[in-house]
């Protein structure tokens, strides 16, 4: 079964630094696709960046930048110059594309920018 | 706007009523899913729709869930005989890509059971 794991629960950086939150996961498959998710306070989640697993270049979106490791099974979010819009859940996912269609979710980390 | 709309946003109920949430889809996505999000945790899949079709349910869907999606356009999500561990933010996702490029989400309908 494909399993998500999210390790550290809660974050917390003062504004304009940087921060990597982490996550692994674990997957037989060779092709498949991993997002990083945000949820910021009662508002709806969002797509903050997408890797393709046969890509060997990391994604990059702005200030979010991902460290993808397929051997080691890894894909960190990097968040350059962090905003207080950042604070929020951020979620990491993975989805096998010959599966059922589902999304394999981790449990989360909250991130909490200071002023 | 043209986002997925959820409703209502917040349901309370008492132990054994039945509630029922609505989900407009982004109008040109196919494929549209349930999932269940409870405080602290990542969503939990509930079912998966494309178009009219109901092609997957997770094992988390007891008999009291049902859900529909009549003519591939919004869809209903119906808990009979609500539970106090049916509490949770229930979220609405749709997609057009069949690689799931992107989930386009709901603001979410919380249920609380009293």
């Known amino acids: 079964a494909q399993t998500v794991t999210q390790s550290q629960p809660e974050m917390s950086v003062q504004e304009a630094e940087t921060v990597t939150l982490s996550c692994t996961y674990d997957?037989?498959?060779?092709?498949?696709?991993l997002f990083w998710y945000k949820q910021p306070p009662s508002r709806q989640m969002i797509l903050v960046i997408r890797?393709?697993?046969?890509k060997q270049q990391n994604a990059t979106e702005n200030r979010f930048s991902v460290n993808f490791q397929k051997a080691a099974k890894s894909f960190s979010l990097k968040i350059s110059d962090s905003q207080l819009g950042d604070t929020a859940m951020y979620f990491c996912?993975?989805?096998?594309?010959?599966?059922?269609?589902?999304?394999?979710w981790g449990a989360g980390t909250k991130l909490i920018i200071k002023p | 706007d043209t986002g997925v709309s959820q409703n209502p946003r917040h349901k309370i109920t008492k132990r054994g009523q039945n509630v029922t949430f609505r989900c407009d889809p982004i109008?040109?996505?196919?494929?549209l899913y349930w999932y269940r999000q409870t405080l602290g945790q990542g969503p939990e899949f509930l079912t998966y729709?494309?178009?009219?079709?109901?092609?997957?349910k997770s094992r988390l869907l007891s008999d009291r869930f049902s859900a529909e999606r009549p003519k591939g356009s919004f869809s209903t999500l119906e808990i009979q005989r609500t539970e106090q561990g049916d509490s949770a933010m229930y979220l609405c996702?749709?997609?057009?890509?069949?690689?799931?490029?992107?989930?386009?989400f709901g603001e979410g309908s919380r249920l609380t059971v009293l």
């Open positions: 890797q393709e697993a046969y």
């Open positions: 109008s040109e996505h196919n494929r």
């Open positions: 729709f494309q178009n009219e079709a109901q092609l997957e």
């Open positions: 996912a993975s989805f096998l594309p010959d599966s059922n269609y589902q999304l394999i």
């Open positions: 997957t037989s498959e060779s092709n498949y696709y």
């Open positions: 996702a749709s997609s057009f890509d069949r690689t799931l490029r992107e989930l386009f």
